[in-house]
C-alpha cells in the first residue's frame, strides 16, 4: 500500500506562488504515474497536472497551463506542484495520487492512491 503525504499549502495573496509537496512511501515510486488534483468546497474534484513515471511526460488543466509546473524526483520519492500567478480561483484542497502505471491520466478513478489533501487559499 502506497501511502502519499502532501505539503506546502497555505494562504497567499493573489499573483503570488506556492510550491506544493508530496512525499509518497514505498520502493517503486519510479514507476507509478503522478497527478494532482483539486477539490473546491461543493465541487467535484478536478484534475490539475500529471507527470508520467519516467518525467518525460507532463500534461495540465488547461485553467492552469502556464502557471503550474509538475515535477518529480524518483529518488526522494517526491512529486511537486509549482504555482505561480496564483489566482483567487485555484482556492480548493490539493491532492496528490498515484497510479500502478507509468502512463499518466487525467481521470480520477484511474488513480489507485490518494493523499489527505492540503489547503491552498488564494485571497483577492
Known amino acids: 500500500q502506497v501511502q502519499l503525504v502532501e505539503s506546502g499549502g497555505g494562504l497567499v495573496q493573489a499573483g503570488g506562488s506556492l510550491r506544493l509537496s508530496c512525499a509518497a512511501s514505498g520502493r517503486t515510486f519510479s514507476t507509478y504515474a503522478m497527478g494532482w488534483f483539486r477539490q473546491a468546497p461543493g465541487k467535484e474534484r478536478e484534475f490539475v497536472a500529471g507527470?508520467?513515471?519516467?518525467?518525460?511526460?507532463?500534461y495540465y488543466a488547461d485553467s492552469v497551463k502556464g502557471r503550474f509546473t509538475i515535477s518529480r524526483d524518483n529518488a526522494k520519492n517526491t512529486v511537486y506542484l509549482q504555482m505561480n500567478s496564483l489566482k483567487p480561483e485555484d482556492t480548493a484542497v490539493y491532492f496528490c495520487?498515484?497510479?500502478?502505471?507509468?502512463?499518466?491520466?487525467?481521470?480520477?478513478?484511474?488513480?489507485?492512491?490518494w493523499g489527505q489533501g492540503t489547503q491552498v487559499t488564494v485571497s483577492s
Open positions: 507527470i508520467s513515471g519516467s518525467a518525460r511526460s507532463t
Open positions: 495520487a498515484a497510479r500502478r502505471s507509468l502512463l499518466l491520466t487525467t481521470t480520477r478513478n484511474e488513480y489507485d492512491y
